[in-house]
């Protein structure tokens, strides 16, 4: 698992902020979230879970990602956290891989560019509001590009990710295709000391 498809999966997709957006996710929250991605090219069906701790304030995010993939007839669990932030003044992402707790593991790489604010991008294809529950007031927001299509639910006050839903088709045929939900999503940071990198 790279971490570009752990970010697609945890954050829905949301943009990075550009000169024309209709709201941007609070700058510090937690929270939890679990989906299924499916290649159908692949016949690959993962089925995970994350919580994501996630401070733009301080540039800096951490997500603990469990995974459970079923290829074929073999099934393989992955279970890694990932932290962005600055140290030693160049922004890293470090991977700490869990997956065999005998021997865990800890890498970094450097990153070019720094965390950026988790907006909604004004170029949808369609919009549509609505109530969960009763009272919670939430939005919608379709993006359609070439072969794809994004599906972004969002508190309409708040701009605070709901649930998610992407699929690339050719024709009638799916190629690949994922959902994700959140709950649990509390505002600020509990404890600071999860973006420390273990020393070994």
């Known amino acids: 698992t790279n971490m570009k ?18 709201c941007c996710a609070p700058n510090q929250w937690e929270g939890e979230a ?15 879970f994350e919580y994501i701790s996630y401070d733009m304030t301080n540039n800096r995010m951490r997500v603990d990602f469990y995974e459970r993939i079923f290829h074929d007839h073999e099934i393989r669990n992955v279970e890694k956290s990932f932290i962005e932030k600055f140290t030693n003044g160049e922004y890293r992402l470090y991977t700490i891989d869990k997956t065999d ?4 593991k800890c890498t970094w790489e450097k990153k070019n560019t720094p965390l950026q604010p988790l907006c909604i991008n004004d170029d ?22 070439d072969h794809f299509r994004d599906d972004i639910v969002v508190t309409t006050k708040s701009c605070i990710p709901i649930s998610g839903f992407q699929f690339e088709h050719h024709g009638r045929e799916r190629q ?8 649990n999503i509390v505002l600020g940071i509990k404890n600071p000391n999860i973006f420390d990198v273990p020393s070994n």
């Open 124 to 145: 949808f294809s369609g919009k549509y509001q609505f109530t969960i529950g009763g009272e919670l007031e939430a939005t919608l927001f379709r993006y359609e590009h």
């Open 101 to 104: 707790s005998n021997n865990p």
């Open 34 to 48: 679990a989906g299924v991605y499916m290649d159908r090219k692949k016949n690959d069906t993962d089925a995970f």
């Open 5 to 22: 498809l752990v970010l697609l999966l945890c954050l829905v997709a949301l943009a990075v902020v550009n000169s024309d957006y209709v």
């Open 176 to 183: 690949f295709d994922f959902n994700v939900d959140y709950w």
